[in-house]
């Protein structure tokens, strides 16, 4: 099973960008998708992107299209989650994690989960 870690959150201002990544363990990485999910205080956990096991392909929630890109780098056994022009409805902890759909995948969809990063955008 592959361990993921996300970083790269931060408070930051309206309009702002942050980068976020998201590392694996093990290079059993390059076998799986990678999606990014998001909660906020008081909502449940939404989906924000996903990325195919090759980079070929992408997903997008439709608030986020536009705004947000998902990419990775098997060679690195990263993935990244850029986030331009944030707003502070963005607020929220970002999770990565690893399956086998990145076209909203549901939770059997996905085998390992990292810890969540804290993004806070303010106004």
């Known amino acids: 099973q592959v361990q993921l870690v996300e970083s790269g959150g931060g408070l930051v201002q309206a309009g702002d960008s942050l980068k976020l990544s998201c590392t694996a363990s093990?290079?059993?990485?390059?076998?799986?998708?990678i999606n990014w999910f998001r909660q906020a205080p008081g909502r449940e956990r939404e989906f924000v992107a996903g990325?195919?096991?090759?980079?070929?392909?992408?997903n997008y929630a439709d608030s986020m299209k536009g705004r947000f890109t998902i990419s990775r780098d098997n060679a690195e056994n990263r993935a990244y989650l850029q986030m331009n022009s944030l707003k502070p409805e963005d607020t929220a902890v970002y999770y990565c994690?690893?399956?086998?759909?990145?076209?909203?995948?549901?939770?059997?969809?996905?085998?390992?989960w990292g810890q969540g990063t804290q993004v806070t955008v303010s106004s």
């Open positions: 990325i195919s096991w090759n980079g070929a392909s992408t």
């Open positions: 093990t290079r059993t990485f390059s076998l799986y998708a």
């Open positions: 994690a690893a399956g086998y759909n990145y076209y909203f995948p549901g939770q059997r969809d996905l085998i390992s």
